[in-house]
């Protein structure tokens, strides 16, 4: 990886307008400059294919690619949008070619409201001094030192379940993700009622704006759903900039919370964050962990109770390895590779981020095709980790295709729940840590099941999750 200048200044990103009359026009204006160029597809407007997108894109996009190839166009809404889809699109936009694409002026800008000029929504430049400057505090002795706030979280909100009753464990879990989220990226007591809770409370009611549909996200009148996320980002500030001028006034180098090393960080010329900076990183750092991981787990519960034989071989594995004590870091990266044959599975079924929207900022060409400048283009990790030619049995459940050999053997960009490239997750390490701890301290002590019946609809925003939460019959662990 090459060396960042984290010395010379870099300039802000520019402005993004939040007027939606201008960005269709925008849009439109852009369209019309770039006629001729885009890749075939189904250009025509279409309120029911707008409407599928949103709610049900999978058999949209399959069935396109099967038509048109990795490459193709959809018109969605006003805007025609270039999908990319397969190992050879994924990596051409991941890791081939990042230098065509912007971050900020795709889909990524709708989230500026919330999460300001964090690592998803910036580019270029800024974006490459904000990672270096933040690298340190996720190495892996950070992860391991946040990983005892995750084991007591996790065996207190265990140790609450009902035993021998029906949990929504979706919503179990998001509790749990939220109150992990307060004391290893803030530094807060999730039950502290002026600080941690309402931040918490505050959060969560922001991120609903965007899980509404995208018309109801334009309106900007009283009580309207904007207002309400602007009330809620108020609440938040206050608490964030709060905690951040405690944290600069009284240093604590003991403390191991992403605010606290953020606000001691420095780059390679001593600079540091301002204030803003540190809280734009902290909101993408919530936004991009907290959704991700309630999903990932409530998924990984699903496949087992529908998949026993793969529970066995977790039991038989954490068994040998931990003899009923709690996992530490270490454990759970190097010596449990059945759990993490299992967690690529449920990433590559269930990918949370599972579109990745950029906007060309020059003309290139894939696939024979040219893709003109200005142009929305998506890649989609759901669809890639479906395509029965690089995955046999897409729809199947099965964690031996991730041994390390296999895995090893896959063609570049086949499997990209975390992206790609310099612009990997992150908080890829972090993520995955939690997932493991919780779900290896849940199979030690209970046995989760699926209701007879019951059926499980996806939803896609923000990121994909089990539409109305999943509920399970929580029982001992025989």
């Keep these: 990886m090459a060396t960042v200048d984290t ?66 166009s959809l018109r969605l809404l006003h805007s025609r949008v270039v999908f990319m889809l397969g190992p050879e699109a994924n990596h051409f936009v991941t890791v081939g070619h990042p230098e065509n694409f912007h971050w900020r002026e795709s889909s990524f800008g709708d989230l500026i409201p919330l999460l300001g000029d964090g690592l998803l929504t910036v580019d270029e430049d800024y974006h490459d001094r904000a990672r270096a400057i933040m690298m340190p505090a996720f190495h892996r002795e950070q992860i391991a030192a946040m990983t005892e706030a995750m084991t007591i979280e996790a065996d207190q909100a265990i140790v609450a379940l009902p035993v021998d009753e029906v949990v929504d464990i979706y919503e179990w879990m998001r509790n749990l993700a939220m109150r992990i989220a307060m004391r290893a990226l803030l530094g807060l007591d999730p039950d502290e009622a002026g600080k941690g809770a309402a931040a918490a409370e505050h959060f969560e009611r922001a991120l609903g704006y965007y899980g509404i549909d995208f018309g109801l996200r334009l309106l900007r009148g009283p009580g309207s759903p904007w207002r309400k996320l602007v009330s809620s980002r108020e609440v938040l500030d206050e608490i964030v900039f709060g905690e951040i001028a405690r944290r600069r006034a009284h240093p604590d180098p003991g403390r191991r919370d992403i605010l606290s090393l953020l606000a001691a960080a420095r780059g390679a010329g001593g600079e540091e964050f301002s204030d803003r900076e540190i809280r734009d990183q902290l909101m993408t750092l919530m936004f991009a962990g907290h959704d991700t991981s309630t999903s990932t787990l409530t998924f990984m519960l699903h496949e087992l109770a529908r998949h026993p034989e793969v529970t066995r071989r977790l039991h038989e594995e954490q068994d040998r390895v931990l003899g009923g004590g709690s996992p530490t870091a270490l454990q759970l990266e190097k010596e449990m590779p059945y759990l993490d044959t299992v967690l690529d599975e449920v990433l590559r079924l269930y990918p949370p981020a599972w579109i990745g929207p950029r906007r060309a900022i020059r003309e290139y060409e894939f696939g024979g095709y040219t893709v003109p400048r200005g142009a929305y283009v998506n890649y989609c990790s759901w669809a890639s980790h479906r395509l029965p030619e690089v995955f046999p049995e897409p729809e199947a459940f099965i964690p031996e295709r991730f041994t390390r050999e296999r895995k090893a053997a896959l063609p570049r960009g086949a499997y990209v729940p975390f992206g790609g490239g310099s612009r990997i997750c992150i908080g890829k390490r972090f993520g995955q840590t939690e997932v493991k701890l919780v779900a290896t301290k849940l199979l030690q002590r209970l046995r989760i099941d699926a209701l007879p019946g019951r059926t499980m609809t996806i939803r896609q925003m923000p990121t994909l999750s089990p539409k109305g939460g999943l509920r399970m019959r929580v029982s001992p662990r025989s």
């Design 7 to 72: 010395t010379t200044p870099v300039a802000r990103p520019p402005e993004m307008s939040g007027n939606p009359v201008r960005r269709v026009v925008g849009d439109f204006v852009d369209e019309w400059r770039g006629r001729g160029k885009f890749p075939p597809g189904h250009t025509d407007f279409s309120w029911v294919r707008t409407h599928q997108i949103a709610h049900d894109p999978l058999p949209l996009l399959l069935d396109a690619y099967e038509e048109f190839g990795p490459i193709f």
